[in-house]
């Protein structure tokens, strides 16, 4: 059953019954049954709000989450069905002026079925409101955060949820544009679920009820922590001998037993609040990006490849959470580990061009510093989309080339026994790319 608390019960699980100070705006003026003069609208009203003890579809107000200061917004569906009309616009943009002249973050517990019918096209443009004032909010850098409740549907879910900078949602609940009453009677009920989002790259975590509160609290915690130094690149964890030629460089690179990703994010941080998917329909399991306290305690966002070709969502993916970073003031970091781009049909139509173009943009245009380790496979566009210009370094098991040199020598109609002498003519090695200028040093390598 899909967790379907009050407004202020579902406040109350975020702060621990802890002082809220609620956030109020002048109660818009109108006439009999509202502003369309919609018959009995005022008795449903009245009736709303004697079974909630509520008077809008939202309750704002400023407390506390695990020790971080919020402004916290939360839907009561029993109200009109957490619907969305005037005064509900009203309460939203009071609620995100605060949240501006405090320097607070935005969470907002979403539970409406859209746009209040009974306030016609006046409550339809509450959504261009509520846009207006995100928007001004994220020019603040401020993060904004939602969860995701039962039901999240139409205008509420295309604006406050999808469009926050991080969305967490309960198990189960339903989530989609088309609300139950008014999709295809052959529609699959289950493409409209939170763990149906999460699959398509639109929500990025399903948090069971009894982990929320810690869960949020980790979120406010790393992401409203911004820090101007750029981090240093990680240890090395695998060989600490150079390769001695190109063909070592790339057998070592590609070793299984390697250390991955994986290996590098767990030594080099102590928690970790992932960012999934790529809000596009799409996510890539072979680029794990998010936010983690580093052992220093500072807030570092990280987009790390594990060794597979990365498609289309995973750079998509890679450049929301630089760009996101960049808005928040928060360092990145990230790790190169791939053969390359995937170039099968599927990817091409994905958009892998685009994709990797609007990494490569993210990154050359982040006023945040960008720290990068090549921790394996250097593959060519598809690995130098993720890299740091100017700051850049190398594992010494890893290597970085402008193509594998295998597909080198066949471009070249070399036979195959002249790989070894096109890897070693591509000058890939850790100690080589450090010569050419291409990286700044080798990590952990044995006599540096």
């Given at each position: 059953?899909?967790?379907?608390?009050?407004?202020?019960?579902?406040?109350?699980?975020?702060?621990?019954?802890?002082?809220?100070?609620?956030?109020?705006?002048?109660?818009?003026?109108?006439?009999?049954?509202?502003?369309?003069?919609?018959?009995?609208?005022?008795?449903?009203?009245?009736?709303?709000?004697?079974?909630?003890?509520?008077?809008?579809?939202?309750?704002?107000?400023?407390?506390?989450?695990?020790?971080?200061?919020?402004?916290?917004?939360?839907?009561?569906?029993?109200?009109?069905?957490?619907?969305?009309?005037?005064?509900?616009?009203?309460?939203?943009?009071?609620?995100?002026?605060?949240?501006?002249?405090?320097?607070l973050p935005v969470v907002t517990l979403v539970a409406t079925g859209g746009s209040r019918m009974q306030e016609g096209m006046l409550a339809l443009t509450q959504l261009q409101r509520v846009a207006r004032q995100s928007g001004l909010t994220r020019d603040a850098g401020l993060l904004?955060?939602?969860?995701?409740?039962?039901?999240?549907?139409?205008?509420?879910?295309?604006?406050?949820?999808?469009?926050?900078?991080?969305?967490?949602?309960?198990?189960?609940?339903?989530?989609?544009?088309?609300?139950?009453?008014?999709?295809?009677?052959?529609?699959?009920?289950?493409?409209?679920?939170?763990?149906?989002?999460?699959?398509?790259?639109?929500?990025?975590?399903?948090?069971?009820?009894?982990?929320?509160?810690?869960?949020?609290?980790?979120?406010?915690?790393?992401?409203?922590?911004?820090?101007?130094?750029?981090?240093?690149?990680?240890?090395?964890?695998?060989?600490?001998?150079?390769?001695?030629?190109?063909?070592?460089?790339?057998?070592?690179?590609?070793?299984?037993?390697?250390?991955?990703?994986?290996?590098?994010?767990?030594?080099?941080?102590?928690?970790?609040?992932?960012?999934?998917?790529?809000?596009?329909?799409?996510?890539?399991?072979?680029?794990?990006?998010?936010?983690?306290?580093?052992?220093?305690?500072?807030?570092?966002?990280?987009?790390?490849?594990?060794?597979?070709?990365?498609?289309?969502?995973?750079?998509?993916?890679?450049?929301?959470?630089?760009?996101?970073?960049?808005?928040?003031?928060?360092?990145?970091?990230?790790?190169?580990?791939?053969?390359?781009?995937?170039?099968?049909?599927?990817?091409?139509?994905?958009?892998?061009?685009?994709?990797?173009?609007?990494?490569?943009?993210?990154?050359?245009?982040?006023?945040?510093?960008?720290?990068?380790?090549?921790?394996?496979?250097?593959?060519?566009?598809?690995?130098?989309?993720?890299?740091?210009?100017?700051?850049?370094?190398?594992?010494?098991?890893?290597?970085?080339?402008?193509?594998?040199?295998?597909?080198?020598?066949?471009?070249?109609?070399?036979?195959?026994?002249?790989?070894?002498?096109?890897?070693?003519?591509?000058?890939?090695?850790?100690?080589?790319?450090?010569?050419?200028?291409?990286?700044?040093?080798?990590?952990?390598?044995?006599?540096?």
């Amino acid at each position: 059953m899909a967790d379907r608390l009050s407004a202020r019960a579902a406040l109350a699980r975020l702060t621990g019954g802890a002082g809220f100070e609620e956030i109020t705006s002048p109660e818009r003026e109108s006439g009999p049954d509202g502003p369309l003069g919609w018959q009995g609208y005022d008795a449903s009203r009245a009736r709303a709000a004697g079974r909630t003890g509520e008077t809008e579809s939202v309750v704002c107000g400023h407390a506390s989450v695990g020790g971080t200061e919020a402004v916290l917004v939360s839907f009561e569906f029993g109200f009109l069905g957490g619907s969305l009309g005037e005064r509900t616009g009203d309460r939203l943009r009071a609620a995100h002026t605060y949240a501006r002249a405090h320097r607070l973050p935005v969470v907002t517990l979403v539970a409406t079925g859209g746009s209040r019918m009974q306030e016609g096209m006046l409550a339809l443009t509450q959504l261009q409101r509520v846009a207006r004032q995100s928007g001004l909010t994220r020019d603040a850098g401020l993060l904004q955060l939602a969860v995701l409740r039962d039901p999240t549907t139409g205008g509420g879910w295309a604006t406050l949820g999808a469009g926050a900078d991080v969305t967490l949602a309960l198990p189960g609940v339903q989530v989609g544009f088309a609300g139950s009453r008014v999709r295809p009677p052959d529609a699959d009920p289950a493409a409209y679920t939170a763990e149906a989002q999460l699959a398509a790259g639109a929500v990025d975590a399903v948090v069971p009820p009894a982990e929320l509160p810690g869960t949020l609290a980790l979120y406010l915690s790393l992401l409203t922590r911004p820090s101007a130094r750029p981090v240093p690149p990680p240890s090395a964890l695998g060989a600490r001998d150079l390769p001695a030629t190109g063909e070592d460089a790339v057998r070592r690179a590609r070793a299984p037993g390697r250390p991955r990703a994986h290996a590098y994010l767990d030594a080099y941080f102590t928690h970790r609040a992932a960012l999934f998917g790529d809000r596009c329909g799409g996510m890539d399991d072979g680029m794990l990006c998010g936010f983690g306290r580093a052992h220093d305690g500072r807030t570092v966002a990280y987009a790390a490849q594990c060794g597979t070709a990365t498609r289309p969502a995973g750079y998509r993916t890679a450049a929301r959470l630089v760009r996101l970073a960049d808005r928040l003031g928060i360092p990145v970091l990230t790790l190169v580990d791939t053969p390359g781009a995937a170039n099968d049909a599927e990817a091409e139509r994905q958009g892998a061009g685009p994709a990797i173009a609007d990494l490569f943009a993210a990154v050359a245009a982040a006023k945040t510093p960008v720290t990068t380790l090549v921790i394996g496979e250097g593959g060519s566009g598809g690995a130098l989309a993720l890299a740091a210009p100017d700051n850049t370094w190398a594992a010494p098991d890893s290597y970085f080339s402008v193509i594998a040199p295998e597909l080198a020598a066949a471009i070249l109609k070399r036979p195959p026994e002249a790989v070894a002498e096109t890897a070693a003519q591509l000058r890939i090695r850790p100690q080589d790319l450090a010569e050419l200028g291409v990286i700044r040093g080798v990590v952990g390598a044995a006599g540096t």
